[in-house]
C-alpha cells in the first residue's frame, strides 16, 4: 500500500526558507513522478514541481522558478521541497503526490496522479 506523507511546513516571516519532505513507502518508486501541488484557499489545487525519482529531470511552475528545488533521498525515501524567498502567495497547503509513469514527460494535471498525501499547511507572513 502506497504512502506518502508530507512534514516541514509551518510558518515563516516572507523572503525566509522551509524544506518540505515527503516520505514515500509501499513499493519502489523509480518509475513514478514525484510532484508538489499547492492549494491555497478558494483556489485549485496547482502544479508546484515535480521530478523522475529514477532520471531526475524536473519541472517547476514558471511561479516558483529559481526559488523552490525539487530533489529526492534514495537513502531515506523521501522527494523534498526546498522553499527559499518566499511570498505571502506561496501560502497554500502543500501536498505530495505520485505518478506511475514510463514517459519522459512530466505531467502538471493532479488527475494524472495516483497517489497523494494528507498536505502540510504553509503559511507565510508579512
Known amino acids: 500500500q502506497v504512502q506518502l506523507v508530507e512534514s516541514g511546513g509551518g510558518l515563516v516571516q516572507a523572503g525566509g526558507s522551509l524544506r518540505l519532505s515527503c516520505a514515500a513507502s509501499?513499493?519502489?518508486?523509480?518509475?513514478?513522478?514525484m510532484a508538489w501541488f499547492r492549494q491555497a484557499p478558494g483556489k485549485e489545487r496547482e502544479f508546484v514541481a515535480a521530478?523522475?525519482?529514477?532520471?531526475?529531470?524536473?519541472l517547476y511552475a514558471d511561479s516558483v522558478k529559481g526559488r523552490f528545488t525539487i530533489s529526492r533521498d534514495d537513502a531515506k525515501n523521501t522527494v523534498n521541497l526546498e522553499m527559499n524567498g518566499l511570498k505571502l502567495e506561496d501560502t497554500a497547503v502543500y501536498y505530495c503526490a505520485a505518478e506511475l509513469s514510463l514517459e519522459p514527460t512530466i505531467s502538471e494535471e493532479s488527475n494524472k496522479y495516483d497517489y497523494w498525501g494528507q498536505g502540510t499547511q504553509v503559511t507565510v507572513s508579512s
Open positions: 521530478m523522475h525519482w529514477s532520471g531526475g529531470r524536473t
Open positions: 509501499g513499493r519502489t518508486f523509480v518509475s513514478y513522478v
